[in-house]
Each structure stands twice: as C-alpha cells, then as structure tokens.
C-alpha cells in the first residue's frame, strides 16, 4: 500500500519513481507480483517495470486465495508475454487452488515461460478446495485425479518445476511415480495428507531431488528406492507400522527429521533404519508428548551408523519419562557436538488428551563408568526442572563430556493454546529455580560430586 500511495499522483514527481531502475527492481521484487503491479499501474514511469521482475512470486494468503486464482492466471500470463527473454527469471512461485480449468490457464502460461525463458527456480503450491479436516476419500480420490489431469495436460510447466508443495492427494498406485519422471528437475517435494491409497508403498527415485517431505498420508511404508543428491528427508506422523522408511540408495542424505506419537508398541532401530545411510549429520526425533518409539542400542551396533553425527534434536518427550535413555545415543555417537532435549506434554500437539508417559520409560543399559565424550560442546534442555531425573542427567552428560563449553538449562515450554482447549488438565507446578540464589545453589549441586567435571560457569538457566 505504501508503494501505490507514493506512485498514486502522475502530475506530481514522486520519490518513488525517481529512483535507479536497479533499485525500483529491487523494492518490487520484496513485495508479492500482484502487489508490485498494482503500484506500477498507478504511474507512467513505472509501466514497464512488471515485465523486468526477475523475481514472479504470487502467492496470495487463504483468505483471498480461491478469489485470486483466476486473477493470478491473468496476471502471470500478462508478465510472462510482455517480459524480453533476455531477462532471465531466478524464481518463479505460484501459489493457487485446485481448479482444473485455472490450472490450466497457469500450466500452459508458465509452460510458455519454461519454453522461451531461461528460469533457474519454478515453485507450484497447489491448494485443494476443502482443507484436510473436510476432507472425505471420495474427496481424496477426485483431487489426486484432477491433479494427474493438471499434469498431463501442462507437461512442459512440470518439467521445469524445481519445487512442488501438495496437499489432500490420494493417488492410484503408478500416479506419484508418473509425476516425478516428468518433473525432471524437481528438487523439492512437500506433500501433506498425499498417499496412493491406505497402506500402500511408495517407491520413490528421482535424479535431482534434493529435499523430501512427507507429513501424514496413509502408506505402510515410505522406500526411497534411488535419490543420489537427497539431502533432507522429513517425515511426520505415519501410521503405527513396522519399518515406515526405508533409506537404501541415498547417499548424500544429511538431516533426518522424523515426526511421530508412537501410540503402537512398535520401535525404531536407528542401527536398522540409518544402515545404509551412514552420511546423516543432523538428526530431528519428534514424540509428540507421547511414547518413545525408538529403542535404545549397544553402542557397538549403533557407532557404524551415527559417525557424522554433530547435531541431535530430542523434541517433545512427555514429561515424567526418565531422560537418561537418550545418553546411548551419546555413547553410539562420539562426534555429536550439540544435544538439544524438549521435554514438554504438550496436549495440543499430540494425538491424545491422555499423557503416554507412564508407559515411555525406556530400559537403558548404562555404559562403562569412565566413559568420556570428547567433542560435546554444547546441551540444552527444555523443560528443565529441579529434580532428579535432570539433576542428574546434568550431571552425568558433563562428567562424560570433558570438553562441554555450554549447558542451558530452559523453564518448561508454555502454549497458551494447550491451557484453552484442555482447561481441565492441570499442570504440575514449576519448580524451575527463579532466583539468583537458587540458580547457583543448583550450579553448585550439580557439580559439587566431581573434580572432573567442567566448571560451574558453563551452566547457564536462561528466561
């Protein structure tokens, strides 16, 4: 708005238009392509410029996105017919609802983009009409179709597709494999509730692909067949299935983000699921405030997997579970040099109102006394609180970790969602120390048993 007031009054020289070229460029490119249009149209000096945008991004937010689609299909063939294909186009991103003769429209325009145009990044956000929660198989089945349809109808659009962000999908058995082949140089795939019906197996190869993720869906089992350049893989909230991923041919996969609330009595091996994939650097494990769902190792097993290791994430464990399982991911992994651990029940997040707890604790075969981890620098923890689960879990992770140069202990983790829709559930009280006093009585409790350990100093309680 503030771009259309001072480009508003033709008669009247404004700063705005009196600008370098570059620089107009480069005030448009932050706004939304739309938005950049309208306030070209509101002065002469400025006319030209939509077509010189070397960004095109139109995304316009829920409220106005069913009413937008059609205009975006207007809008995108309006720039990409006028613009010099001397100009190259690095982003391209459309966001847009499901709507096959729309789609179509913006298949075919961007096709035309893709054919005379030198674009190095092209993004589809598809939209389905009815969000998941309204969402019935029938409905499932109807958008995945209308989908294929989009494709097959706009192949060049999809080949030059370098990002594809879906919702609502379920597809048959040959349609996921179908769309991959032709998005030939996707590198990033992001599908929530997308699936080729209820416990099926998807296989997935691709050249290029970069990033994966997968957010619910219905497949019994997720197998990445061949992605020589994947390098992050997320997937959340799967069904309560034995092996849900299988890792075989992805080598360069470096951060594994999974997601999940365990509520089956199945467990992960990490030993089995990363056998294959001993390249992953960062590694994101979920709860869901609910049941530990991986199954803790001998670290023998465990260390030919976890080798490059540095970055561990432990998100969202219930809040009476005894932490002091998570050290055997420590032991396996000798090279990690950040731990961070979340303990929090939250309700809102999770798949029940009831807390999991009393059945996570997880059996822990404690290592040798004198283990020592030479390459822990830094632990944090969420959630903490004064007692003996984190007393002495403190305390045991520094006498191991000889080189620790921070430890930062957090208050539990507050959502003011979870106290509005669960007002019946009563939390245990805090017992965070708040004072000065207390926080250095604790430095001192926690250190006072061992001359070995690492100073007070690296303990820091932050607000």
């Known amino acids: 708005m503030q771009l259309q007031k001072a480009a508003i009054n033709e008669d009247k020289p404004d700063r705005l238009s009196q600008l370098p070229k570059d620089v107009l460029l480069n005030i448009l490119e932050r706004a939304d392509s739309l938005d950049a249009v309208r306030t070209c149209i509101l002065s002469s000096q400025l006319r030209n410029l939509p077509t010189m945008l070397s960004q095109i991004v139109i995304a316009p937010d829920n409220r106005d996105l069913v009413r937008m689609t059609g205009v975006s299909a207007h809008l995108i063939n309006k720039i990409l017919s006028t613009r010099s ?29 893709m054919a005379t145009h030198k674009v190095d990044a092209a993004e589809f956000e598809v939209v389905t009409p009815r969000n998941s929660y309204h969402c019935a198989h029938a409905d499932l089945l109807k958008f995945a179709k209308q989908f294929s349809m989009f494709v097959a109808d706009c192949p060049d659009a999809f080949a030059g597709l370098t990002q594809l962000i879906l919702q609502n999908l379920r597809f048959g058995e040959s349609d996921i494999p179908n769309i991959l082949s032709t998005c030939k140089r996707l590198e990033s795939l992001c599908c929530f509730e997308c699936d080729a019906g209820i416990r099926s197996v998807l296989h997935v190869e691709h050249a290029r692909l970069v990033e994966l993720d997968l957010t619910y869906g219905e497949f019994l089992t997720v197998e990445l067949s061949c992605l020589p350049k994947l390098q992050r893989m997320t997937y959340n909230n799967w069904p309560s299935d034995d092996n849900p991923l299988v890792l075989n041919f992805v080598p360069q996969l ?30 994101y494990l979920d709860f869901r405030s609910e049941k530990i769902w991986i199954q803790p190792e001998c670290p023998r097993v465990l260390a030919p997997v976890l080798g490059q290791l540095r970055f561990v994430n432990l998100d969202c464990l219930p809040e009476e579970c005894d932490i002091t399982w998570t050290m055997f991911l420590l032991e396996a992994a000798r090279f990690v040099e950040d731990l ?103 430095r001192k409790k926690i250190t006072e048993a061992s001359v070995m350990m690492a100073s007070p100093a690296v303990i820091h309680f932050r607000s």
């Open 254 to 283: 470096s951060k594994l983000n999974l997601a999940n609330a365990g509520l089956s009595n199945n467990t992960l091996k990490l030993s089995q699921l990363l056998a294959n994939v001993p390249s992953v650097s960062d590694l």
């Open 85 to 113: 294909p001397q100009i190259t186009i690095r982003k391209l991103q459309v966001r847009f609802v499901l709507i096959p003769s729309d789609c179509r429209s913006i298949g075919k325009y961007v096709g035309l983009a």
């Open 340 to 442: 961070c651990i979340t303990v929090w029940d939250h309700k809102c997040g999770s798949e029940s109102q009831n807390s999991y707890s009393e059945k996570t604790d997880v059996k822990w075969e404690p290592s040798a006394p004198n283990f020592k981890h030479k390459n822990l620098a830094k632990l944090t923890i969420y959630g903490f609180q004064s007692d003996g689960n984190f007393m002495g879990y403190v305390r045991r992770v520094m006498e191991a970790a000889v080189n620790i140069k921070d430890v930062s202990l957090l208050d539990r983790k507050v959502c003011k969602l979870c106290a509005d829709k669960f007002p019946h559930i009563k939390l245990r009280p805090s017992t965070y120390p708040q004072s000065c006093k207390e926080k250095d009585s604790l």
